[in-house]
């Protein structure tokens, strides 16, 4: 469906240059990332294609997605720099993660799966919005503060409760899929960029034993039974949040909106 089904006069009520320009400052675009670091111990729409994604295609995946013994697995003896390495080695080999909570004035619910795409909801600034990556595709649908933080009044009632697909190799809009990128995500988590870490006592966290290592800016808590798994981080006091890790390897569907409006062809609309 071209744009101009969706909006009236599209060219006159979405200027797409102002929009793509004002975007990534109301997205913030780097706050996952920058969160993440900073505390680091390191719709109703239907349609297009649909990727049951992270799901068993083989049996290795299969054995992933069933639930974890209770057996521990042994990290608590080993020293915070080894407690990292197995967290780091256990979520690179993980498939899809669901990563929720809030960090400084970022609140986000993203699951994300390794090379093909993210879904969940982001908010800052009293704005709010909707993101689906899938593949090279990228989908957002804001609230109607987001929309009018990033369009203006005007168009802001035209794509109430619309969804906008964003070229994903745009300057503005295209740093977007760097927040479906599982391993940039988990690497911003799990990258201390401190000199020294400090192992603390094994506890429940979330409904799960975990030992928590801790750097400058946080802690970072991993599983102590079954893969060592990171569970949650948590800010300190100068920079307080939680942020909690769950769904490893679970299945997670991706499915592209229907009738989202390309911000591409608006833009060329207007060339």
């Not at 299945?251 to 989202?260: F, G, K, S």
């Amino acid at each position: 469906m071209a744009p101009t089904d969706l909006l009236p006069d599209p060219s006159d009520a979405l200027p797409p240059r102002r929009l793509l320009a004002r975007g990534r400052a109301a997205l913030g675009v780097g706050a996952v990332a920058l969160a993440l670091a900073a505390a680091g111990c390191g719709g109703d729409d239907e349609g297009g294609a649909t990727t049951a994604a992270g799901g068993g295609a083989t049996a290795a995946q299969t054995a992933a997605t069933e639930p974890a013994t209770a057996a521990g697995n042994g990290v608590e003896e080993q020293s915070a720099d080894e407690i990292l390495a197995s967290a780091q080695e256990a979520a690179r080999a993980a498939t899809a993660v669901r990563v929720s909570g809030e960090m400084e004035d970022l609140r986000l619910d993203l699951s994300v799966v390794r090379g093909e795409g993210a879904t969940g909801t982001m908010a800052q600034g009293g704005m709010e919005f909707e993101l689906i990556v899938v593949g090279d595709e990228v989908f957002l649908k804001g609230s109607d503060a987001f929309y009018e933080q990033i369009a203006g009044r005007a168009a802001a009632a035209l794509l109430s409760g619309k969804w906008l697909q964003v070229p994903k190799d745009d300057d503005d809009f295209g740093s977007i899929a760097e927040i479906a990128d599982m391993e940039e995500l988990l690497g911003q988590a799990l990258d201390p960029d401190a000199d020294r870490l400090t192992k603390g006592e094994v506890e429940e966290v979330d409904g799960q034993q975990a030992i928590g290592i801790t750097a400058d800016r946080g802690t970072l808590y991993v599983a102590t039974e079954g893969e060592p798994l990171p569970v949650a981080l948590v800010g300190d006091r100068t920079r307080p949040g939680r942020v909690t890790f769950s769904g490893w390897n679970e299945p997670v569907e991706l499915t592209a909106p229907a009738d989202a409006i390309d911000v591409a062809e608006l833009q060329g609309s207007r060339r």
